[in-house]
């Protein structure tokens, strides 16, 4: 073939070459993740996400042991609202809120000028969320109905979103954490407290605790997000703190799909 005709086919197949390139094209949705469903715990749902087999979500049957007196001690809640530094005039989240336990305790940090975006999968949560904010007088907290795959939160208007006892019944991880990336503000705060998988001796079933490993191998999974640090405050939890980048540019193809462990 002489040099002619290699140009003349290189002009004609430019536009389909430069079609099957790899790489980001606005617009484009992600690619969902490679879940694996396999057996695993007698009572966990045989769904896994990089290794880890997701927790079924505690019934709303289940809502007076978010209030029991011990989780005090347990869980220094007070303690866990002082280490996110919450101010006046902030809106922040809580992501899977159930009885409000966290709630109330954030919209008085956030004060009347502030807001908290309390959201829950179970409307029987956010029934009793709603009854518990008003036996306090709780008024800047806006209840919302999320799915499993969306929090419903406003986007890139957060500047903190916490997720307690939550992140590991999530049956959609990363389709969650994107979504709730979209909600915050450049710079705003992801939060995880999970119970910490890497302690034996604290009395929580296996598939209900996390590693920070593991939770920092997910979010690991969305270039948008950065590790801030882990809080040691707490005498049960791990406070794994994550933050939006502030420059991130589209939440394109990059974040997905996930390779299967
Ligand atoms: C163990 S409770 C913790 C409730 C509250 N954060 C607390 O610490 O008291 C877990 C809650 O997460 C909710 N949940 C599970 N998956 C969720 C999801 N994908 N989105 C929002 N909430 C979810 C459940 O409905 C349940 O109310």
Known sequence: MNTFRILLLLVLFRGYLGAAEPGPRPGTEPQPPAYEFRPGSFDGTGKWFLGREIAHFMSHQGAPWLERQEREAEEA??????????????????????????????????GPTGRVYANDIQPEMIALLRTNLAARGITNVVPVLGTTTDPGLPAAALDLILLVDVYHECDHPWEMTRRMADALKPGGRLVFVEYRGEERWIPIKPLHKMTADQVRREMALHPRLEFVENLTHLPRQHILVFRRKAADGPAGPQDGPVPTP
């Not at 989240?93 to 956030?110: E, I, N, P």
């Open 77 to 110: 809640p007070a303690r866990l609202v002082a280490a996110l530094g919450l101010k006046p005039g902030q809106r922040v989240g809580d992501v899977g809120a159930g009885s409000g336990y966290l709630t109330w305790r954030m919209a008085r940090a956030v």
